[in-house]
Structures are given as C-alpha cells and as structure tokens.
C-alpha cells in the first residue's frame, strides 16, 4: 500500500477534475493536469499522466466501442509511431531548464490554438498531421490533445471524444513504450503513476454524472486560464534555470 503526502493528495485531485473533464469532451487531461502537476513535481511528466490517459481511452472504448469508426482515425495512430520517438529522444536529451521552456511553450499554444476556431476537417492528411504532433509533442511533455483537438473540433462531441480515445488508446503504449526503450521511466514514475489512478477511476465515475449537465463553455474558459497562468509559471521556472546555469558557468 502507499502512503499518501499532502502534495500526493493535491495532484490526484488535480487528476480527477482533469480526467472528468476528458471524459466528457476527449481532451482536458493534460492541458490542465500537466503544468499544476508539473510545479508539484516533474517526475509526473510525461509517463504519469501518458499512462493515467490511457487507462481512461480504454474505459471510453470498452463503453462506446460500437460508436466507433477505427477506420477513420487510423491515419493518426500509425502517424504518432515516429512522433512519440522524436518527442523520447527530446526528452532525453534536452537539458531540463530547455525541457521546461519547450513544456511551458507548448502549452501557451496549446491555449491559444484553443481558444480560435481553425477551419479544419478530419481527413486523412490533417489526421496524419495532427498524430505525428501529438506524437513529439504528447511523449515529450504528455499535452498530445490540442493537435487532434484541432482536427476533431468541428465533429459531434461525442464522436471526436470517441475517436480521440481511440487515438489515445492505441498511440499512448507507442509513447511509453518509446520513452522505456530512452530510459525514460524509472521506478519513482510508476509509483506516482500507481498514486493517480484512484483519480482517473472517480473521474470516469463524476463524467458519467455531470456529463449533460456541466456547463462546459464556462468551465473551458476557466480551465484554460489556469493552463495559461500554470504555463506563464513554467516557462518563468525555465528561464530561472537557465539564467543559474548561466551565472554559475
């Protein structure tokens, strides 16, 4: 059994509001789970919270695998194999301050790409595009939704929910798998990851709850300025970083 600390108990209730929201629209995990998780600490990027979104596409799947159109979104999935190499070979070998920067960049678009509307539609070249992005970006930071996002925004909600867990489902063992084989996954990260699951099983339950109910503009928002300023705080982190290194050269 583990022990839980305080700070263990803040990021499995940052996991569960992230997991709900997911759940409910097929991306939100990352976006606000990943930079709050990452001040706490950044052994739960990427693995952590790769693997906690996996175990919710597998629940989404099991659950709606008759809605489901494998056919569709199988561009992206065989795109992201080389994406998740190149974003495990980022992770290994930037230094940590330029992982922070390349982190907290990554989510500020992120952002921004989701508060306008691109006039994009899932076809084969878009969903190609956008998996060998999640792919890099995703394995290297864990925030892989926004490109799909992108591409699904435009589709019924419950259809691109659907297929993004698809793409999740399929993609995020090619991103653990890859970051396994750059020694990217010690024994502390799959105990954090072992800590977050109890989260991601009660926000599958509060989904299913709230979903219909939720008012989902409003919580976007909301949502998406606590990514912003989490963000602003880590790439401010980086740049301290690198000025240490600087100064101590």
Do not use: C
């Amino acid at each position: 059994m583990f022990s839980y600390t305080a700070a263990d108990w803040l990021a499995l209730l940052i996991v569960t509001s992230g997991i709900t929201l997911q759940a409910i629209v097929g991306i939100g995990l990352a976006l606000i789970a990943a930079p709050l998780l990452y001040l706490i600490n950044p052994a739960y990027i990427p693995a952590p919270i790769l693997i906690s979104g996996f175990v919710l596409s597998l629940l989404i799947v099991i659950q709606q695998r008759q809605n489901l159109s494998w056919q569709r979104v199988m561009p992206a999935i065989l795109a992201r194999l080389p994406g998740a190499w190149l974003g495990a070979w980022l992770l290994i070998t930037i230094p940590q301050s330029t992982l922070s920067l390349l982190f907290g960049i990554s989510l500020l678009l992120a952002v921004g790409v989701s508060l306008h509307r691109f006039q994009l539609r899932a076809t084969p070249t878009s969903l190609t595009t956008a998996g060998f992005l999640s792919g890099v970006i995703g394995t290297a930071t864990s925030v892989g939704g926004p490109p799909m996002a992108i591409v699904y925004q435009h589709e019924p909600r419950q259809t691109a929910r659907n297929e993004i867990a698809a793409f999740f489902l399929i993609g995020t063992p090619a991103s653990v798998l890859m970051l396994a084989l750059q020694d990217g996954i010690d024994q502390h990260s799959l105990q954090l990851t072992l800590k977050l699951l109890p989260g991601v099983l009660l926000g599958w339950g509060l989904s299913r709850l709230v979903d219909n109910r939720l008012n989902l503009t409003s919580a976007r928002y909301a949502l998406l300025a606590v990514s912003a300023i989490s963000a602003l705080w880590v790439i401010g982190d980086g740049v301290y970083q690198l000025w240490g290194t600087a100064g101590a050269m």
